[in-house]
């Protein structure tokens, strides 16, 4: 059985938000049964636009972004307590880049960084032995754009990725077409991250890279693109990546807006998960071939609401949650370990904006 915060059959769920819209406060905890699908609300802390959020491997800190009404960015450490959910803040640091969207941390929580999305950069922060966040060590600037002008005008850092060995940074950048692939050793003081990219992972023309997933053996990388709604397929190794298949989330009749945003695999292994914003709402669902990691689509399935920007497989992989922006509320699945296929639970919360999920799971 599963371990947990309180009960082998329960687990905590953080959930990230944008308070901008005045419809929630921050940081909110809640209590996941992973038999019934059920969610009961547990604590909160009010901190800015907390889009994105990591939790520490030891599970005693969380450390979230925030998009700062100014426009500018900050990142947050929380010292976070299982029981009851608490989470009490311990500093915050700017981030010297604008709109950070995502934030990660190493294994050894030596470092915490975000990825600067108007800033078209990520920051390094160092991590204290008391989870506090030091100024940051380095902050990585990209140059270069995109044939859209309209949204790659400049470098658009969306997210970073840590290879499974940790010792490549991959940097998922919208508005220059490609995944960067940096050297990284978190025992180098101060610059834990190499200062030029060693690598280059191209994506189509004009397609966004948003986010990436590896496969459970660590040999292929999926990546999503936000402005195409497309998968592309990388065969991955020691920092290099090939691209084998590029697979799109919508059909080929589809006409409205798209927006593709979170991305995940089943812990099995055998299924990928992709979900659409824009006028689609849904989530797109593949098959994943063992044998050389491309993908085949099963189905596209409604979300039950609008903007699913972050959607989260519970641990053991029996439920899905989808966090809707612009309905808000996030919504529980039951999926099917063989068809790979949700259908609704009824199971809801209704909740001010929510964008991020996180399980605290060991």
Excluded: W
């Excluded at 699908?37 to 907390?50: C, D, H, Q």
């Excluded at 003081?189 to 191209?202: C, M, N």
């Excluded at 020691?238 to 798209?258: A, N």
């Excluded at 979900?275 to 063992?290: K, Q």
């Amino acid at each position: 059985m599963m371990a947990c915060a309180q009960h082998d059959d329960t687990m905590n769920l953080l959930i990230g938000t944008y308070t901008h819209t005045g419809k929630s406060e921050g940081i909110y905890v809640y209590t996941f049964d992973l038999q019934t699908g059920k969610l009961n609300y547990k604590n909160k802390v009010a901190t800015e636009n907390p889009s994105f959020l990591t939790i520490s491997p030891d599970r005693k800190f969380v450390y979230a972004v925030n998009e700062l009404n100014d426009g500018k960015g900050a990142v947050s450490a929380f010292a976070y307590e299982r029981s009851t959910g608490a989470l009490k803040l311990l500093n915050s640091q700017l981030t010297d880049g604008d709109d950070p969207c995502n934030i990660i941390t190493d294994k050894a929580n030596k470092h915490v960084i975000a990825s600067n999305y108007s800033g078209g950069s990520f920051t390094v922060f160092g991590v204290l032995d008391n989870g506090t966040l030091t100024p940051h060590q380095q902050v990585i600037q990209h140059d270069g754009s995109g044939p859209d002008k309209d949204r790659q005008e400049k470098p658009h850092v969306h997210s970073a990725t840590f290879s499974p060995d940790e010792r490549f940074l991959l940097v998922q950048d919208l508005g220059i077409d490609r995944i960067k692939v940096y050297a990284y050793d978190e025992k180098n003081e101060g610059q834990a991250v190499s200062p030029q990219a060693i690598s280059d992972g191209v994506a189509s023309p004009g397609s966004g890279p948003r986010l990436i997933t590896f496969s459970k053996n660590g040999k292929y990388v999926y990546l999503i693109q936000e402005m195409k709604s497309a998968v592309t397929v990388y065969r991955y190794d020691q920092g290099r990546l090939t691209p084998i298949q590029e697979i799109s989330m919508l059909p080929s009749s589809f006409q409205g807006d798209v927006g593709a945003a979170d991305i995940h695999i089943s812990p099995d292994g055998k299924f990928l998960y992709a979900s659409n914003r824009g006028d689609a709402n849904d989530i797109a669902i593949y098959a994943i071939h063992a044998a050389n990691g491309k993908l085949t689509h099963v189905e596209n399935q409604s979300v039950g609401g609008k903007g699913p920007r972050s959607f989260a497989i519970a641990p053991g992989g029996k439920y899905v949650l989808i966090a809707n922006q612009y309905t808000n509320d996030v919504l529980v699945f039951e999926r099917d370990a063989h068809t790979g296929l949700l259908k609704t639970t009824g199971e809801k919360i209704t909740l001010g904006a929510p964008v991020c999920l996180v399980f605290d799971e060991f």
